[in-house]
């Protein structure tokens, strides 16, 4: 087979999929953190609490701008219709129902 294409030898494409959780938000476990520590901070409400807590959410939030700005160096501009905040992707990006 002369002129055939072997795998191995290409570069990866890069597709960022617009289905599931990735609609709603592109950082799924931030917002299971925050969700996970505010309940959980002020039923404790002790000052360990609040220091961990900021510090977890602290910690996914870099991460979120971390792996952006990696994706972003890599591949150029991610598309706009993604985003940080929960369910702004979907509303702008979705169509919408038409009922009736």
Same mark, same amino acid.
């Given at each position: 087979? %002369?002129? /055939?294409?072997? @795998? @191995?030898? &290409? ?7 617009? #289905? ?19 309940? +959980? ?10 220091? #961990?807590?900021?510090?977890?959410? @602290?910690? +996914? /939030?870099?991460? @979120?701008?971390?792996? &952006?700005?990696?994706?972003? &160096? ?16 979907? /509303? ?6 038409? %009922?009736?």
């Amino acid at each position: 087979m %002369l002129g /055939a294409k072997v @795998a @191995a030898v &290409d570069k990866p494409k890069f597709h960022m999929w617009e #289905t599931g959780i990735m609609r709603v938000t592109r950082h799924p476990q931030l917002w299971g953190q925050i969700i996970w520590c505010i309940p +959980h901070t002020i039923y404790i409400g002790n000052s360990f609490m609040v220091a #961990t807590s900021l510090a977890l959410c @602290a910690h +996914h /939030a870099f991460g @979120a701008w971390h792996g &952006d700005r990696r994706l972003a &160096d890599r591949y150029g501009e991610v598309r706009s219709s993604f985003t940080l905040l929960p369910h702004r992707s979907a /509303a702008r990006a979705c169509p919408r129902v038409q %009922l009736g």
